[in-house]
């Protein structure tokens, strides 16, 4: 997927005039925010949970080498092969050349946000091969040429009547109206793919370094039929995925499902050790692993380091307020949300991504969902202090800052800038106390009103008797 975050702004705006992109968020947040709470309120030890499963994430990004070596021990015992790519570019080309080995002609794919984040299926195409998605939301934007715009909902940001119309006009068919019979002529349509195609390619929610199994979970059933009927099956997965063993596995499970969705759990668990044996009834000839890195090893030595705990429930980006105004397309590429606020600057650097850790609101909303909890308003406050140290962002943003260090390290002067501002703005605001325009603050008075303070300083009011 092409980086596109400079465009953060312009996107944000067009978004929030989208009335239909308006619709299908504010159906979507009801929905995850609601079943998700309902979930956590049935499960008494949600908590304990969260605390344990960042507690045995911690343990393997601190041993993370070797229960990779583990891993690929296991895999390799099992029949499987393990690959290392470096970067994207590495990645894609080692998956063509097995396609190629494999003179494979049509190939599909399970829903994996690393294959996004490594730009695969343009690799794929480019090569020659007929790529297909399988899972319903990745073939819905694969034939809008969208990129995804969840990371679990990856078409969430489309109706159901603009579903219709695609189907329409890719399937030559009768148009439908309902959800069932899409979701029945999708599968129709899919059907005959899953039995041409030649190689599978899922993602790897979990990889166990213990017996070399990969986990995937799905409300479809299409990774099982992408990596069972295939001649060969491709894992895709970033470094950070491995688990230490199949114990450690129902704890995140019991969590995944619950922040991402809000059901007790996936429809479809699916756990895949090596190729084909001598007597199963199905499944590939071969199977291959495919670990990326892609930077997460210099984020394993930063202070972002806590970011690998994420296991992509994208709890974080149903509950952000921002997310759920402009959607995921407007942070420009593979992670929206929180999660993106911070990958994106990581991965593709602090000045081409200056909005994103910018546009937050620092609520927390997405700390206190996140079942890692991962420290996302620390990091993206670290992000913004990284931004100004290294001079990237607007010049007159940074000299206002610099004065505003000026003035609060002074109380003299910080008491006279306070009266002058409060004494202004109540005078701004009028009888109805609210300010309609203010120089420099367009971007919010454009659209709401400014709540205009009393007229009085909060120290002023306070008996000098009582101050501190």
Not at 66 to 85: F, I, N, S
Not at 265 to 281: H, I, K, M, N, V
Not at 358 to 369: D, F, P
Request: proline residues 5%; aromatic residues 6%.
């Amino acid at each position: 997927m092409r980086f596109e975050t400079p465009r953060f702004k312009q996107a944000a705006v067009v978004a929030l005039h989208d009335e239909r992109l308006r619709t299908a968020l504010a159906r979507s947040r009801v929905g995850f925010i609601g079943h998700r709470q309902a979930a956590v309120d049935a499960l008494p030890e949600f908590e304990q949970l969260r605390d344990t499963a960042a507690q045995i994430k911690d343990h393997v990004l601190d041993h993370l080498d070797y229960y990779l070596q583990r891993y690929e021990q296991a895999v390799v015992a099992a029949g499987g092969k393990v690959h290392w790519a470096h970067d994207d570019s590495e990645a894609q080309r080692i998956i063509v050349d097995i396609c190629r080995a494999a003179d494979a002609k049509v190939i599909t794919k399970g829903k994996s946000m690393v294959s996004e984040e490594i730009g695969l299926n343009d690799a794929l195409i480019a090569a020659g091969y007929e790529v297909v998605e399988t899972d319903l939301g990745e073939y819905i934007i694969q034939l809008a040429k969208e990129p995804p715009s969840h990371i679990v909902g990856p078409a969430l940001h489309k109706t159901r009547e603009q579903v219709t119309a695609l189907f329409a006009e890719h399937h030559g068919r009768a148009r439908k109206e309902t959800v069932a019979e899409l979701v029945t002529e999708a599968r129709e349509m899919l059907r005959d793919k899953f039995f041409r195609a030649d190689v599978g390619i899922t993602g790897g929610n979990f990889l166990i370094a213990e017996t070399g199994t990969s986990v995937i979970v799905t409300n479809e059933g299409n990774g099982d039929l992408t990596q069972t009927l295939p001649r060969v099956h491709i894992v895709t997965s970033g470094i950070e995925r491995v688990l230490p063993s199949l114990d450690d596995l129902p704890v995140f499970l019991r969590l995944l499902a619950r922040s991402a969705t809000g059901q007790d759990t996936e429809t479809y668990t699916t756990l895949s050790t090596g190729p084909r044996r001598a007597g199963d009834p199905d499944g590939p000839e071969e199977y291959h692993v495919v670990l990326v890195d892609n930077g997460r090893t210099q984020m394993l030595g930063s202070r972002f380091r806590k970011m690998l705990r994420c296991i992509r429930c994208g709890a974080c980006m149903n509950h952000c307020p921002v997310y759920g105004s402009v959607g995921g397309h407007a942070y420009g590429w593979v992670y929206p949300g929180p999660m993106g606020a911070v990958l994106t600057p990581i991965y593709q650097g602090l000045k081409d991504s200056y909005d994103l850790p910018n546009a937050c609101t620092l609520n927390g909303r997405c700390q206190s969902v996140c079942p890692v909890k991962i420290p996302l308003p620390e990091m993206l406050r670290e992000l913004r202090h990284l931004q100004h140290v290294e001079r990237v962002g607007p010049r007159l943003q940074r000299s206002a800052l610099a004065a505003w260090r000026f003035v609060a390290s002074q109380p003299w002067l910080y008491r006279i800038a306070e009266k002058l501002a409060t004494t202004t703005l109540a005078r701004l605001g009028g009888a109805g106390r609210r300010v309609r325009k203010l120089p420099f603050a367009e971007g919010w008075t454009q659209s709401r009103d400014l709540p205009a303070p009393a007229g009085s300083t909060f120290l002023s009011q306070v008996p000098r008797s009582k101050r501190a």
